[in-house]
C-alpha cells in the first residue's frame, strides 16, 4: 500500500514539472514575437537604405554621364579647329603640286581638285564624327580610289590629237568609263547624305560635312558633261557612216 501511494506521488511531481515547462514555453512566445517583429523591422530598413543607395548611385552616374558629354563637346569644338586647319594645308599642297605639272595634267587636276579635296577633307574629319566617321572614311577611300581613274581618263580625253577627233570623234570607250564611275560616286554621295542625317555630332560638323557633298556632286555634274561631249563627237568617219545607214 505504501508503495502504491509513493509510485502515485512520484506521478503527480513529475506531471506537474512537464506542466510547468509548458507554461514557461507559452510565455515566452510573446517575446518570440517581439524577437521576429523587431527583425522585420531591420530588414526593412536594410531595403529602404539599400533603394537610397541606389538612387544616389543612379544620380551620380547621370552627373558623370553629363560632365562626359560635355567634355567631349569640348574636345569636339578643338578638334574642328585642328581639322580646318589641316584641310586648308591640304588645298595648298595640292596647288603647290600642280605647279610643276605640263598643261594638260595641270588643266586635268584643276578641274577634280574639287574631289580630291573633298576626299582629304572627309578623311581629315574621320575623327569628329563620332559613330559615322569610320564608314565615312571608307567612303572616301573609295572616292579617292575613283578620282583616280577619272584622272587617267580625263587625261586621255585631253591628249586626244585634234587629227583623230575629227576624223574619228570622241574616245567613246573612256567616256563610257568616266560615265561608269559618276554612277557609282552619286550613290557614295547619297550613303554620305544619309550618314549625314545619322551623325549625333556638333552642327558645324554637319555643315562641313554637307559643303564636301556638294563639292563632290558638282565634279560629278562637270564629268557628265565631259561624257556627253565625248560621246556625241562622232568625227568625219562617224558621220558618213551614219548618213549611209539611213
Known amino acids: 500500500m505504501k508503495r502504491l501511494i509513493f509510485v502515485s506521488l512520484v506521478l503527480i511531481m513529475s506531471a506537474s514539472v512537464v506542466f510547468a515547462q509548458g507554461g514557461q514555453q507559452g510565455s515566452n512566445n510573446p517575446d518570440t514575437g517581439t524577437i521576429n ?3 522585420n523591422q531591420q530588414g526593412q530598413g536594410t531595403g529602404q537604405g539599400q533603394q537610397i543607395q541606389t538612387e544616389e548611385q543612379t544620380q551620380n552616374q547621370g552627373e558623370e554621364g553629363q560632365l562626359i558629354i560635355m567634355q567631349q563637346q569640348q ?4 578638334q574642328i579647329n585642328e581639322v580646318k586647319n ?9 596647288n603647290q603640286e600642280m605647279q610643276s605639272m605640263g598643261k594638260t595634267e595641270q588643266k586635268v587636276y584643276q578641274n577634280q581638285n574639287q ?12 575623327d569628329i564624327m563620332g559613330g559615322i566617321g569610320s564608314q565615312v572614311s571608307q567612303i572616301a577611300q573609295e572616292f579617292d580610289n575613283s578620282v583616280q581613274a577619272t584622272i587617267r581618263a ?7 590629237s585634234r587629227f583623230v577627233r575629227f576624223f574619228i570623234g570622241g574616245d567613246q570607250e573612256t567616256a563610257e568609263l568616266i560615265k561608269q564611275e559618276v554612277d557609282r560616286n552619286k550613290e557614295r554621295t547619297q550613303q554620305l547624305a544619309q550618314l549625314r542625317e545619322q551623325c549625333a555630332c556638333d552642327d ?8 564636301q557633298i556638294s ?7 562637270r564629268l557628265e558633261q565631259v561624257v556627253q561631249t565625248e560621246k556625241q563627237a562622232r568625227g568625219l568617219f562617224g558621220w558618213l557612216f551614219g548618213w549611209l545607214r539611213r
Do not use: D, H, W, Y
Open 75 to 78: 574636345v569636339t569644338t578643338g
Open 215 to 221: 563639292n563632290i556632286e558638282q565634279e560629278q555634274n
Open 154 to 160: 580625263e587625261e586621255k580625253i585631253q591628249a586626244r
Open 37 to 39: 517583429s523587431e527583425q
Open 115 to 126: 574631289v580630291r579635296s573633298a576626299v582629304r577633307s572627309l578623311l581629315e574629319m574621320k
Open 86 to 94: 589641316r584641310i586648308q594645308q591640304r588645298k595648298q599642297e595640292m
Open 204 to 211: 558645324e560638323v554637319k555643315v562641313m560635312l554637307q559643303e
